[in-house]
């Protein structure tokens, strides 16, 4: 299953586990590889044991039988607790030790690693601003007196503390309002580009998995694998009836969350730097199609949009403030967050940044409604499909019209 | 003679007393203190073994003190020896409860993430648990001290140190003059005690307690 040829960095043996006094394993003879450096989503419903086999790669939970292997290495038999240290792990509840400042939270694996001084403190601050917090103001508080939001960040950096090639984390963005995961969500997988960890997730939460993952495993009861690909594939190709049940339908509009900006052709759209003068950019604005202008300052930053009404107003030349228009995008954002941010800010518009935070070009709403139009394609065919492939047997299964 | 004169008269007399009386009480928790603590790390997780030494620290509890003491004349003689012998047995419930409630109440996550990161038992026991456990441990030796205060003034019935002394003398010669003088000086020293072991344990807490958890 390497398929986007990156090397296996954890592969797991026909792993079982049996809890005492339980009649059907939790796992049952899981084999699967998880490829260096991509994020792979254990996603299924409750109960059918993405937990389980989470743990028993840390080994907290010991498998009954079968082998787990981290580079090559056979860890089933190995000192847990050495083990342990090269793994990072985030739970739900974080469990930040709430007598420790965030600097000692943080500190915890390098000390057991006897890191000298100089280097802890080094890292600790190194840490806290890779997750997008203030050092000085941040690393001698105390875990009550952050917010959730900044408790999961620093939960996150206490995993990567000694810089692991391997974080577990099991429903990491589980117990935060909707608005800050989303946040959070966007800043780790930001920040998943930089460092490039294996990374074992687990979530309940289709839609987290589908934006998350670079690889999903749907696993159904007794960790059986439903399907391990790509989301992308997933969508497209539900390897049977559990897998789509899982997905949902409407799943041509959850592949929004699979198309990025940087991946689609960017529109353009007719721009004018501060300073021009006034008769230059009224014949700028008739000349185009549009009902206005984008306004740049002199690094190429947008500030503001300027429409006719702004041009008879005007009695000198353009000025351009500080601040950025309505509805702004980075290369990273998916199709979905561009949608998001339109409706947000009312605008048919959403202007790219690249970046450097300069103007790049538009995503327009026509954009996204004509993606939106070939995924729906895509999904009748797909369901076309399978009413040929479906068994006789089958009571006609009523396919919903794809909205 | 009044009391306020009394007081006067007698003030190195009852400090002497006062002193010995703090020993005793002290060495008494402190030996408790570890013994309890390690009863407690050592059957938290363990319900049985919990409920049998939970039950059995609660039994030393009703034994009258009086009887006690009278009971250990035969075995350990007369003194300081049976008085802390006895006040030990005493202090160990609040000690022993509180460390196992303490420990319990630490939260599940905490405990997971810090076995998830690699710390070993003992580690975490030391690093984790016990310090999130040690205000309500604190609390128990508190509860001990003052239990003990009061316990160790009986013990002068079998001439053990303290404050008792001067109440059992007082006792003993209830129509003269003295009599009253003496038993209250001996019951407001304990008082007194009492009320400055309770301030040692707020700044004890205080000192040994991480904001984190205040």
Redesign the interface.
């Known amino acids: 299953m390497t398929g986007l040829g990156g090397r296996t960095k954890i592969r797991l043996d026909e792993l079982t586990k049996r809890f005492p006094g339980q009649a059907q394993p939790a796992v049952q003879g899981l084999s699967m590889e998880i490829p260096e450096g991509e994020i792979v989503i254990f996603v299924g419903p409750s109960g059918c044991g993405k937990t389980t086999t989470m743990k028993m790669i840390?080994r907290?939970i010991e498998p009954t039988s079968g082998r787990i292997f981290l580079d090559d290495e056979d860890v089933t038999r190995a000192d847990?607790?050495?083990?342990?240290?090269r793994i990072g792990?985030v739970?739900q509840?974080?469990?930040?030790?709430?007598?420790?400042?965030i600097a000692q939270n943080i500190a915890?694996?390098p000390k057991?690693l006897g890191w000298d001084r100089r280097r802890i403190a080094d890292r600790v601050d190194e840490l806290i601003g890779l997750v997008g917090m203030d050092p000085a103001e941040y690393r001698d508080r105390?875990?009550?007196q952050l917010s959730g939001g900044q408790r999961q960040r620093i939960?996150v950096a206490?995993?990567m503390s000694a810089d692991p090639d391997v974080m577990?984390m099991d429903e990491p963005f589980g117990a935060i309002d909707p608005i800050t995961r989303d946040r959070l969500q966007n800043e780790f997988l930001r920040l998943q580009a930089e460092i490039k960890k294996t990374i074992v997730f687990v979530t309940h939460d289709i839609d987290e998995a589908i934006k998350m993952g670079d690889r999903i495993a749907i696993l159904r009861e007794g960790s059986q694998i439903a399907q391990f690909d790509t989301p992308e594939r997933i969508l497209v190709d539900p390897a049977d009836e559990f897998v789509a049940d899982f997905i949902g339908r409407g799943a041509s509009l959850k592949r929004l969350s699979l198309s990025r900006v940087r991946d689609i052709a960017l529109g353009d759209w007719p721009t004018v730097t501060a300073g021009t003068d006034l008769a230059q950019a009224r014949r700028l604005l008739t000349e185009s199609d549009k009902g206005s202008l984008l306004l740049l300052d002199a690094q190429g930053v947008p500030r503001g949009w300027i429409t006719g009404d702004h041009l008879r107003a005007a009695t000198g030349p353009i000025a351009a403030g500080d601040g950025l228009p309505p509805a702004i995008v980075r290369p990273g954002a998916t199709l979905s967050d561009t949608l998001n941010e339109m409706l947000t800010a009312r605008y048919s518009t959403a202007v790219v940044l690249d970046d450097d935070g300069r103007y790049s070009g538009v995503v327009e709403i026509d954009t996204i409604n004509e993606a939106i139009r070939g995924m729906q394609t895509a999904e009748r065919e797909r369901l076309r499909g399978q009413a040929l492939v479906d068994s006789p047997f089958d009571e006609a299964d009523p396919v919903e019209p794809a909205r | 003679m009044n009391f306020v004169d009394y007081l006067g008269n007698r003030w190195d007399n009852l400090l002497e007393l006062g002193v010995e009386h703090a020993l005793v009480t002290a060495l008494a928790v402190a030996i408790a203190t570890v013994i309890g603590v390690g009863l407690g790390l050592l059957t938290y997780d363990r319900p049985r073994l919990r409920q049998l030494v939970i039950a059995t620290c609660s039994v030393f509890l009703t034994i009258p003190s009086l009887a006690l003491f009278g009971l250990f004349i035969s075995w350990l003689g007369l003194g300081t020896t049976p008085v802390v012998t006895a006040l030990v047995m005493y202090s160990l419930l609040p000690i022993v409860a509180n460390t196992i409630v303490g420990l319990r109440g630490v939260?599940p996550?905490?405990?997971?993430?810090?076995?998830?990161?690699?710390?070993?038992r003992v580690?975490r026991l030391f690093r984790?648990e016990l310090?999130?456990a040690w205000p309500v441990i604190l609390t128990g030796m508190r509860v001990s001290t003052l239990l003990a205060l009061g316990i160790v003034a009986i013990g002068a019935y079998i001439l053990g140190p303290g404050l008792g002394n001067d109440i059992f003398a007082g006792l003993s010669r209830i129509s003269s003059p003295n009599a009253l003088n003496l038993v209250l000086g001996g019951t407001l020293g304990v008082i007194v005690l009492a009320i400055l072991f309770d301030l040692l344990f707020v700044l004890l807490n205080r000192l040994t307690?991480?904001?984190?958890?205040r």
């Open positions: 840390n907290l847990p607790d050495q083990l342990r240290r792990y739970i509840q974080i469990g930040l030790f709430p007598h420790q400042t915890t694996v057991l105390f875990p009550k939960g206490r995993a577990l | 939260d996550a905490v405990v997971e993430s810090a076995q998830g990161m690699g710390m070993s580690q984790i310090p999130l307690t991480s904001r984190g958890v």
